[in-house]
């Protein structure tokens, strides 16, 4: 069945997920902010800036009007960074109110509201509210657009309350490259989606200050034992924290160069500063902003949350990264139990 879908924001993932989608049959349209873009989209079918070499198929259509782009769609994807979910979503809001729409609502940023700490779901939800959205579905997993737009392997979670609606996200996408498994544990995909690039900056870091493969296992899975704590405490099972979502992202982001966030670690690692790793990475480096407010959270709900913490320090105030590796070593020795919510919180 073709299924007319408005994907909003055209950047390397959202893109991507486009051309996925026009390649399974559905009816497309890509709206981005940026007019340059949408012409070169429309006329060149390329997008050099987020993904240099790739050609787009000739039927993808792209539009900087969002109400063009949503007119009639059965579903709605967010795909825009984090920091500008609430006025997509509050811009959508006054479009879908002209009308009788009530799309189902899909997302595959990953990161948490700055002052909030709220997912993404819950953003778009507060915005929408069930008057103007169907339902919400978050897609999430191990994928770097540069590998899916080669049409390499990739196999991502589709999560939501409402097993039917994960299961038509599920057909939606996918295809003989892309395998789409459904999850009910949203809070749990989401917590997991956003963590884990905090973690792959940490990654990234002891990769350009020449540490070894011990210590980037021995950060990923003790960064998995924060990302579940801290999810636990919002009401996410531990069980998705060993799915696609939870380690088999944690993994790909914290290994791949295809990631920003990783990216981003590595040249502070390499004596970067913060100011020029963003100027020069031209694109969302969500695990930043997620840093933050992993923080403020693990302070606000006294959660024990080390590595975001030394992180946190090295972004906003300037510590030296080896010396905030050296406190992380030399704090007292503890069991390697990660706990439930009740028991986690500090003392
Ligand atoms: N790139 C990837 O491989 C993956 C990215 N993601 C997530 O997807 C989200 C988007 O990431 P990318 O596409 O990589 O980011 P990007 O940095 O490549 O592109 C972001 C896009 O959002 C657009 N945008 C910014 N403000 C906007 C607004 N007000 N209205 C409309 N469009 C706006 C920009 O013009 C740009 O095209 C992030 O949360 C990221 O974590 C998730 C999985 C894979
Ligand atoms: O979420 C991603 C991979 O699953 C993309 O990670 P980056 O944003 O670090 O590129």
């Not at 990631?259 to 913060?274: E, H, I, P, Y």
Request: charged share 25%; aromatic share 6%; net charge negative.
């Amino acid at each position: 069945m073709t299924e007319k879908i408005a994907v909003l924001g055209a950047g390397s993932w959202g893109s991507t997920l486009a051309t996925v989608l026009v390649e399974n049959g559905h009816d497309v349209k890509l709206y981005t902010n940026i007019q340059a873009q949408a012409d070169e989209l429309n006329e060149k079918h390329t997008n050099e800036h987020y993904m240099p070499g790739f050609k787009y198929p000739e039927k993808l259509y792209a539009t900087t009007d969002l109400e063009e782009a949503v007119d009639g769609a059965d579903a709605i994807l967010f795909v825009v960074p984090t920091k500008v979910i609430r006025l997509v979503a509050g811009q959508l809001k006054d479009i879908l109110a002209k009308t009788n729409a009530r799309p189902l609502i899909i997302h595959a940023s990953k990161g948490l509201e700055i002052g909030t700490h709220k997912r993404i779901s819950e953003i778009i939800m507060e915005e929408l509210t069930e008057r103007y959205a169907k339902g919400i579905v978050v897609l999430s997993g191990p994928s770097h657009a540069e590998e899916v737009a080669k049409k390499d392997i990739t196999l991502i979670t589709a999560a939501s309350n409402d097993i039917e609606e994960a299961e038509y996200v599920q057909d939606l996408f996918s295809n003989n490259y892309l395998r789409i498994y459904t999850n009910d544990d949203v809070i749990g995909v989401e917590t997991g989606a956003a963590f884990k690039n905090v973690i792959a900056i940490g990654a990234g870091a002891l990769h350009g200050l020449g540490y070894g493969d011990d210590a980037k296992a021995a950060l990923m899975t003790r960064g998995l034992a924060e990302i579940a704590r801290l999810g636990m405490a919002f009401g996410a099972s531990p069980l998705t924290f060993i799915g696609l979502s939870g380690v088999g992202d944690l993994i790909v982001t914290c290994t791949s160069v295809h990631s920003r966030n990783w990216r981003c670690g590595n040249a502070l690692g390499q004596g970067k500063s913060l100011d020029e790793v963003v100027r020069d990475m031209g694109m969302v480096i969500e695990g930043i902003n997620t840093c933050e407010a992993a923080y403020q959270l693990s302070q606000q709900e006294h959660i024990d949350m080390p590595i975001t913490t030394a992180i946190y320090n090295v972004l906003f105030k300037g510590a030296d990264i080896k010396e905030e590796i050296a406190d992380l070593m030399g704090r007292d020795s503890r069991s390697e139990i990660i706990g439930h919510a009740k028991d986690i919180r500090r003392k």
